[in-house]
């Protein structure tokens, strides 16, 4: 009986960490009245950097889960999201509108000073994620850096040329597989932008967005140096 007690002891002394690790779900509301969810690993300590994590169409926010979860380790915050919709609206500016998903998100980080740093939040976002954190980053300054995973310079009619340009000296991360050949001319095109830091990253491993994310074991890591560098990481 009393070794049986040592090892539940042990088992429950674990349990804390095991839940940060696994995170816990929030709501959030978005500008238009629309509630959405998502997974928040929390760094320790107080007033930590935070990143909003955004998928590519059809996947969920589960594919950052490696990624939020070394951030955490790193001491930045992470919160990532899923797309409003796992299908496209037929109007290209009602995709366009999907970006209040993260603005909603980093306003619920930036409403948490206790716990997030004001001034250091950034976005990453892979495909569909890249262009909405394009489009969010334009309109909320509170966006202080991005990281652009199988960017594409117009999806499905929908183009971030207008926002790149709004989105100004700000830093940005742009990555690209070698052989995905339309998010590899979109780096290009965007990394000509001179106003501020365009830090390109090419992979040579053949996939796209999240895809890539999982299965190119270098690019978690240099996302989480890219934030602790541009979001200030003591």
């Given at each position: 009986?009393k070794?049986?007690l040592?090892?539940?002891?042990?088992?429950?002394?674990?349990?804390p960490?095991?839940?940060?690790?696994?995170?816990?779900?929030?709501?959030?509301?978005?500008?238009?009245?629309?509630?959405?969810?998502?997974?928040?690993?929390?760094?320790?300590?107080?007033?930590?950097?935070?990143?909003v994590?955004?998928?590519?169409?059809?996947?969920?926010?589960?594919?950052?889960?490696?990624?939020?979860q070394r951030?955490?380790?790193?001491?930045?915050?992470?919160?990532?999201?899923?797309?409003?919709?796992?299908?496209l609206?037929?109007?290209?500016?009602?995709?366009?509108?999907?970006?209040?998903?993260?603005?909603?998100?980093?306003?619920?980080?930036?409403?948490?000073?206790?716990?997030?740093?004001?001034?250091?939040?950034?976005?990453?976002?892979?495909?569909?994620?890249?262009?909405?954190?394009?489009?969010?980053?334009?309109?909320d300054?509170?966006?202080?850096s991005?990281?652009l995973?199988?960017?594409?310079?117009?999806?499905?009619?929908?183009?971030?040329?207008?926002?790149?340009?709004?989105?100004?000296?700000?830093?940005?991360l742009l990555?690209?597989?070698?052989?995905d050949?339309?998010?590899?001319?979109?780096?290009?095109?965007?990394?000509q932008?001179?106003?501020?830091?365009?830090?390109v990253?090419?992979?040579?491993?053949?996939?796209?967005?999240?895809?890539?994310?999982?299965r190119?074991?270098?690019?978690?890591?240099?996302?989480?140096?890219?934030?602790q560098?541009?979001?200030?990481?003591?």
């Open positions: 009986m070794i049986r040592v090892v539940i002891a042990a088992f429950l002394a674990l349990m960490c095991s839940l940060h690790a696994a995170g816990r779900i929030i709501t959030f509301r978005t500008a238009d009245g629309v509630m959405l969810s998502g997974l928040l690993i929390e760094a320790d300590g107080r007033a930590a950097p935070a990143v994590l955004v998928p590519m169409l059809g996947r969920p926010r589960d594919d950052w889960q490696v990624v939020a951030l955490a380790e790193a001491h930045i915050s992470a919160l990532a999201i899923d797309l409003p919709a796992a299908t609206p037929a109007d290209p500016a009602d995709l366009g509108a999907w970006q209040q998903a993260v603005t909603g998100a980093a306003a619920y980080l930036a409403g948490r000073p206790a716990d997030v740093r004001p001034g250091a939040i950034g976005v990453a976002g892979a495909s569909l994620g890249a262009t909405l954190a394009v489009l969010a980053a334009a309109a300054p509170a966006i202080r991005v990281a995973v199988s960017p594409s310079l117009d999806y499905r009619g929908v183009r971030i040329d207008a926002p790149w340009a709004l989105y100004g000296p700000r830093p940005a990555v690209s597989s070698v052989h050949p339309y998010a590899a001319r979109s780096v290009r095109a965007l990394a932008d001179t106003a501020g830091v365009r830090e990253r090419w992979s040579n491993v053949s996939a796209h967005g999240t895809v890539l994310v999982s190119d074991a270098d690019l978690a890591r240099a996302l989480v140096e890219w934030f560098r541009t979001l200030g990481v003591n």
